[in-house]
């Protein structure tokens, strides 16, 4: 009898040789049934995995803690591991591949003793699709192969299309210890395979994710000529019904998910605005015969941060994880519910906080420093299809096309609340010299201002230099290139409040990209690009105090002058590699700004 449900010689050959080295008890082969999913559910319950919510109130849902210091990606324990350091480039960790897997072998030796092996057959994208491509996760946690059925497209019809392509990439996962001593996130794109060991949070175990759908898929997208980007997608239709999509690149915990589902507040209802949510995080694009860039979403869940989350910020996701969704370090509620810091509703009196420790709100640590109930980078994952503004499009192999990127980052001072780029080339500039605040979604010091081009710093599996030179070929490749914008939802007054109110309000400044890229409204041309008339940013039913639109899209440019020393800083370690289209912005920026002070 056939042990294996395919016939593909290559994937039966890794499994049992991956099994040889991690030593399962069993291995169990992940069909994406309901009733393979409910019995893992319920086994998940059984052996404490994961915690039943209430399920009148949360059907289907599931809690699930992490180790301590396992709740955010590890970005100084991943590794992208190619023959040559240089094509890492710079900005990646680095190791050679013989010297990783010898390092990673000795932590996956026998590390499923005792346990099942569970292989997930998986496709980002719709299967099928030009753009779809195909993983196969083995890992030794039941909360990763839930997470992954919620993430990513699951099962049998994966495996049948694998035996007419035999081309897919090697992901292999174990918790081992959960040591933090012994994890490592490792990348080797030239042999299409991911190994993570010792953890068991998120991005550093969802290897379709960032992992795959963005380190690995970078590194083929460039050899392919197409983008594996960290952007949001979303179309915004008109009353005529006509729909504009639009692609935003945020860092980590920057508003990607918020943005990608926003309601239209109240003050343009009277527009008749509908939004349709195609993606939160990922987008792959690429150039069709139209001469334009069209996109689709790799994944089929949100694995969004719930701190935050609540009907005013974000009522369409408060309606999606309400059922089949699985949270992550949350706060557990005596009624089986789950809370959050800035959740909908009162404070609970009390609950086990996301350490699995009694919590009462007031409650201080050692420091006097409050205690959370849930970790500020908690997060939920949950199905596309549960979104009541998800996009009917999610299925087409297509995709849509695209109008405008928009990046992004968190900046407290400085950087306008919009500013249209001049050109592509100029637009790539924007991107690759882009900053943000560190967040929570990131192991570090937070609050730190750091360069993070086309927010794609922790997630680019190659060379960045190669990769911004990726990028304005792509433009040459597409005779209807989208317009390059950038936003910042996030400048602040003196008091260190922030400007602009930011989440539904969003729109108003997405309306004024779109009609940029109509050719509808003027604009007024700054040294660092085209900045809104405040009187073009609808402002119907918000009141915002005097001065504050103006100083929202003020252009310094002494400030900007002193921002040049960053890039040049950011750009030379590069060194000959950087492409020479850069250093002419930068002396091109540096020019309009002198001749402007
Ligand atoms: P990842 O999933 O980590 O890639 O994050 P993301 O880019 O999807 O970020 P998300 O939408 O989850 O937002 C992260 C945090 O930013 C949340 O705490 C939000 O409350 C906050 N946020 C989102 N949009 C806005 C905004 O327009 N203004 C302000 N001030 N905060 C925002
Ligand atoms: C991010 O950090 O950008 C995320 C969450 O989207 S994670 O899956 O952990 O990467
Ligand atoms: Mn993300």
Redesign the pocket.
Known sequence: MNKFPTYNKKLKDWVTKMAKLCQPDEIVWIDGTDAQRFALEKEAVAIGELIQLNSEKLPGCFLYRTAIDDV??TEQLTFICTKKKHDAGPTNNWMPPQAAYRKAKAIFKGAMAGRTMYVIPFSMGPVGSEFSKIGVELTDSLYVVLNMLIMTRVGNPVLRYLEKKDDFTKCLHSKADLDINKRLILHFPEDNTIWSVGSC????V?LG??CLSLRIASFIARREHWLAE?ILIMGIEDPNGHIEYIAAAF???CGKTNLAMLIPPEGLKRKGYRIWTLGD?IAWMRVDSDGALWAINPESGF?GVAPGTNSHTNLNMVETIKKNAIYTNVLLKPDKTVWWEGADGEVPANGIDWQGRPWKPGMKDRNGKPILGAQP?S?FAAPIVNCPSASFRLEQHHGVPISAIVFGGRRAHLVPLVYETFNWQHGVFAGATMASERTA??VGELGVVRRDPMAML?FCGYNMAYYFKHWLDMGKRMPKAPKIFHVNWFRTDEKGKFLWPGFKENLRVLEWILDRCNNKVGAFKTPIGYVPYPGDIDMTGLVLPAGALEKLLEVKPDGWIEELKGIKKFFTQFKKDLPFELWEEYENLQKRLKSNG
């Not at 949070?201 to 550093?204: L, M, R, T, V």
């Open positions: 955010a990606r949070y998120g991005g550093n969802l994710k960032k960290h860092p980590s915990a995080d694995f980078n997060r979604a990131s922790p």
